[in-house]
């Protein structure tokens, strides 16, 4: 029933039919974010100051290239910081109609006014995030295991990460987990799955073939010499490898 009978019927004192009444605002905004999760196949992790470039200017560049989800990461800068440089970030993903989240901070999240945030093990849990944040915002989980990726896929989380695949000085310390997981998470996966950790164009192929339709990625943006080139490169082999999650 399109709006002007909807009208119609509210005028006449006419009950409208429960599958016609409007929905909630919450759950519509819930459902249109987890809708655009759902497209999502490169996400972006950054720091404040990338090597790339400015955020102001760089983030403009790999968007329009194919960058779907942006994460502003920075474990050790205060909230005042913190969330002048979320601004910035929220101004350009919605420029581009990309999402926006924040690693590990929900207050800056909300201050912020991101599309959600992303937790670690050893971070905030899932649940308290999810009853801080409500039901509306993104919630992210990093897994390195087959049984942390069984418990986050069981959670309230909206998407897991996998990895690091490859070893990678971003996660200093933490072994690379392999292809081995991907392939894993890939016949399991109930909702969106990114492979993460080292992943790059050169090698992006093999991690597509052991089952990644979307990945995360830090250093071959963040540190590339031509950013927009490795974000175009990385997005066109992810949508050609699954041309079904473009609809």
């Not at 019927?9 to 809708?35: F, H, I, Q, W």
């Not at 090597?51 to 920075?74: C, W």
Request: some cysteine.
């Amino acid at each position: 029933m399109d709006i002007l009978r909807r009208r119609e019927n509210n005028l006449s004192g006419m009950p409208l039919p429960r599958e016609n009444l409007p929905l909630d605002p919450a759950a519509d905004a819930a459902a249109v974010l987890r809708k655009r999760l759902s497209r999502a196949r490169l996400y972006l992790v950054t720091p404040a100051a990338p090597p790339a470039g400015d955020l102001d200017d760089l983030l403009p560049r790999v968007l329009e290239a194919g960058v779907d989800m942006v994460q502003l990461r920075e474990k050790d800068m205060e909230a005042g910081p913190l969330l002048r440089h979320c601004e910035t970030v929220r101004r350009r993903t919605a420029e581009f109609g990309a999402l926006f989240l924040v690693n590990d901070r929900v207050d800056v999240a909300l201050a912020a006014g991101a599309d959600g945030v992303h937790v670690g093990q050893d971070d905030l849990p899932v649940r308290e995030a999810r009853r801080q944040m409500g039901p509306v915002p993104l919630i992210g989980l990093s897994t390195h295991s087959e049984t942390e990726l069984l418990a986050g896929l069981r959670s309230d989380a909206d998407y897991v990460a996998v990895g690091p695949v490859f070893a990678t000085p971003t996660k200093a310390g933490r072994p690379s987990v392999g292809l081995d997981l991907v392939s894993f998470s890939a016949d399991r996966a109930t909702k969106p799955v990114f492979a993460i950790g080292g992943i790059d164009a050169a090698n992006l192929n093999t991690v597509i073939e052991a089952g990644a339709r979307r990945v995360c990625v830090v250093r071959s943006i963040a540190l590339s010499g031509d950013p927009a080139t490795s974000a175009r490169d990385i997005s066109r082999a992810l949508r050609a490898a699954s041309p079904a999650l473009n609809l």
